[in-house]
């Protein structure tokens, strides 16, 4: 059994008869301000809601959060190598010593941090023509 919690309240957000989330699909759930640990990789998250989710540390290796509501997700340490995370919206999201190798980013929404100053312009990632 596995369970999801408010990263805050620590009330659980939902319960899955499940052994581990690798591979899970969890596609169109709402899991904002939810603490999530553990293994996702080849998870299936599209169209999820997970603003201000805290996942630091997760191993997103191969998951799918394809048109996710992201804002503000912390990646802290994540492993998001080969994730797909087109179409995503990614404003405020913290990836520091995050793996993002081959992570596909098209067509999501995102700011630009540099250093402790920062851009804070709001960009598009530009589509394959």
Do not use: W, Y
């Amino acid at each position: 059994m596995i369970e999801i919690r408010h990263k805050s309240s620590g009330d659980v957000l939902r319960q899955l008869k499940l052994k581990t989330l690798a591979g899970a699909k969890l596609s169109d759930c709402d899991l904002s301000m939810a603490k999530l640990r553990g293994n996702f990789s080849r998870a299936n998250l599209n169209r999820s809601d997970l603003r201000a989710s805290d996942l630091k540390g997760a191993n997103l290796r191969r998951a799918s959060l394809k048109k996710d509501c992201l804002e503000g997700a912390i990646f802290i340490g994540a492993d998001l190598t080969d994730a797909n995370l087109e179409g995503a919206k990614l404003t405020g999201a913290k990836f520091f010593n995050a793996i993002l190798r081959g992570t596909l980013l098209e067509d999501s929404e995102m700011d630009i941090r540099v250093g402790n100053g920062g851009l804070g312009k709001k960009n598009k990632s530009p589509s394959k023509s």
